[in-house]
T-cell receptor, first 114, second 119 residues
C-alpha cells in the first residue's frame, strides 16, 4: 500500500519553462511534507518543505503547493535549468501516538532540455 | 568535506554473512536514520535514533539491527545477509528548528549511499 504516490516516473521540460512535479498521498495524518532532489551516485538533497497548516511555500525558483482536500502536493520549478535534471522524491511525515515515520514516493525523473 | 559519510560505498557479500554499514556525521545532529532504496520503490525507513540512548524501529526493521555508538555514529548491521537485502542504503541526520509559520521544521541530510549486493 503506497501511501505517497508519484504517478509520473519521468518528465521532460524545455529550459526556461516551468516544471511541475506531482505527488498524491492517502494518509490524512501526515503533518509535514518535503521534496528532495537526487543526482546519480549521491544521496537525496533536501529542497523545500511545507507544513500541513500551510498551502504554499516558496524558496527562490522552487514553490511547493499543498492541497489538503485533494491530498495533493506539487513542486513548481520556474524557470527550469539543465542543472535541475535529477530524480525528485516527495516525502510525508506522520507522527502519531509515539510512532514516527517518513514515507517517500517512488520518485520522478526530471530532464530539462537545453 | 561531506557532513554525512557512509562506509563502505559499495559492498558485495554472500548469503549468511554478517556485515556492518557505518555512518558518521559532523553536523552535530541528534537524530539519525537508516533507509533502503529499491528499484521502483521510494526510500523506506529501517531504523531511527533521536539520541544516543534512543533507538526505534522503522517500517522494515526485520533482519537488521543498529548501534548508536556516539552522537556522530550510527551503524546498521545485517546479522545474516540474504539476497533480498540487496539495495541502496542511505544514512541521514536531521535537525529541528522552529518553523516560520509556527510548529517545527525538520530537515534531513543524507549520506551518499552504500550499494550492497548479497549473492
Amino acid at each position: 500500500d503506497q501511501q505517497v504516490k508519484q504517478n509520473s516516473p519521468s518528465l521532460s521540460v524545455q529550459e526556461g519553462r516551468i516544471s511541475i512535479l506531482n505527488c498524491d498521498y492517502t494518509n490524512s495524518m501526515f503533518d509535514y511534507f518535503l521534496w528532495y532532489k537526487k543526482y546519480p551516485a549521491e544521496g537525496p538533497t533536501f529542497l523545500i518543505s511545507i507544513s500541513s497548516i500551510k498551502d504554499k511555500n516558496e524558496d527562490g525558483r522552487f514553490t511547493v503547493f499543498l492541497n489538503k482536500s485533494a491530498k495533493h502536493l506539487s513542486l513548481h520549478i520556474v524557470p527550469s535549468q539543465p542543472g535541475d535534471s535529477a530524480v525528485y522524491f516527495c516525502a510525508a511525515r506522520a507522527t502519531t501516538s509515539g510512532t514516527y515515520k517518513y514515507i517517500f514516493g517512488t520518485g520522478t525523473r526530471l530532464k530539462v532540455l537545453a | 568535506d561531506a557532513d554525512v559519510t557512509q562506509t563502505p560505498r559499495n559492498r558485495i557479500t554472500k548469503t549468511g554473512k554478517r556485515i556492518m554499514l557505518e555512518c558518521s556525521q559532523t553536523k552535530g545532529h541528534d537524530r539519525m536514520y537508516w533507509y533502503r532504496q529499491d528499484p521502483g520503490l521510494g526510500l523506506r525507513l529501517i531504523y531511527y535514533s533521536f539520541d544516543v540512548k534512543d533507538i526505534n524501529k522503522g517500517e522494515i526493521s526485520d533482519g537488521y539491527s543498529v548501534s548508536r555508538q556516539a552522537q556522530a555514529k550510527f551503524s546498521l548491521s545485517l546479522e545474516s545477509a540474504i539476497p533480498n537485502q540487496t539495495a541502496l542504503y542511505f544514512c541521514a541526520t536531521s535537525d529541528i528548528r522552529p518553523g516560520l509559520a509556527g510548529g517545527w521544521q525538520e530537515t534531513q541530510y543524507f549520506g551518499p549511499g552504500t550499494r550492497l549486493l548479497v549473492l
